[in-house]
């Protein structure tokens, strides 16, 4: 979705408003932000309610999911099923309800008003209720090598894939919490991890630190950066090369897993100084479904996973706040008398 915190103009009265008609009719029930396991799971609830939600995918239809292969921990598949696959059941699950799914760009929103009104640029929406599904994604390196390995033994997530690392050598990239959360997680799977960050210096936390640097099976390897992941021919990560920042020594690791663990980009950006977001723009829930601003609830505004969440960032957990936000907008509407 294009990030863009402008605010659409009203128009004057006597004047056209573009796509946005005044009739009661043209004002939808929920629009929900985002297709991926959160959003899917909101569009199923709100559709079986008759609700007929509309479902804007944004810039990555289906999430992260979309770019997972094999996802053994969601309960249902007893022999994992790969991440395009159940992305694509659960939006056939639904539209077999009435959802309705488009592509869009969301360029402004005003979360001020009644009925909220959404700016997609070629068109404008009205609703009643909005759940913003929108997600976090992934911070890579941008290498082309490591884009093409994604899901071939590049990941983002270590305890989604780490299983399928046993007895493996596998990095990891960073230097903060979450870099050392990952490398000690791997280390259950994994024979040997490489921690690889480009400075001598950390971000994380001083425990987190001393955690991991006293843990055997981690090797840090500081002012390091990754020129290239090796394997892109055969189709799976088989080594990187590296470079040492300080020496300019070039040399290549063969290793089997690479790991990114730099962080995601909550994908709240457009709703800056519309609600509460935290220091790395993640919206600041209550309840994980209520949207805030200046710590009071906002009125028909919903919000559900990995843009709020910045713990878990599990499918399921996502789903179940889908779930969630989904049973509140119901309540909510019918408070309105809808």
Known sequence: MTENPSVPTQAKDGEPAGDIRDAANDVRDTVILGSGCSGLTA??????????????????????????????????????????????????????????????????????????????????????????????????????????????????????????????????????????????????????????????????????????????????????????????????VRGIRIRNVESGEVKEIALEGFFLGIGHIPNAKFFEGQMDLDEDGYILSKDNVFTTRNGEVIPGVFCSGDVQDRRYRQAITAAGTGCMAALEVEKYLEEQGR
Request: aromatic share 8%; with cysteine.
């Open 43 to 236: 569009a199923i609830y709100t559709a079986r309610s008759n609700l007929k939600p509309l479902v804007i995918e944004g810039h990555e239809p289906g999430g992260q999911l979309s770019i997972t292969t094999l996802v053994e921990n969601f309960p249902g598949w007893p022999d994992g099923v790969q991440g395009p696959e159940l992305v694509e059941n659960m939006r056939k699950q639904a539209t077999k309800f009435g959802a309705e799914l488009e592509m869009g760009h969301l360029v402004a929103a005003d979360l001020h008003k009644s009925p909220i009104e959404l700016d997609f640029g070629t068109k404008k929406i009205k609703t009643r209720t909005l759940i913003v599904a929108s997600g976090a994604s992934a911070r890579w390196l941008g290498l082309p090598s490591e884009q093409a390995l994604i899901g071939h033994g590049v990941s983002s997530c270590a305890t989604c894939d780490g299983f399928f690392f046993m007895d493996k050598t596998i990095c990891v990239i960073g230097g903060g919490d979450s870099a050392m959360e990952e490398a000690i997680f791997l280390t259950r799977f994994a024979k040997k991890v490489y921690l690889i960050h480009r400075s001598a210096s950390f971000r994380a936390s001083k425990i987190m630190l001393e955690r991991a640097m006293a843990h055997p099976q981690i090797e840090f390897l500081t002012n390091t950066v990754v020129e290239e992941v090796l394997g892109v021919e055969e189709k799976e």
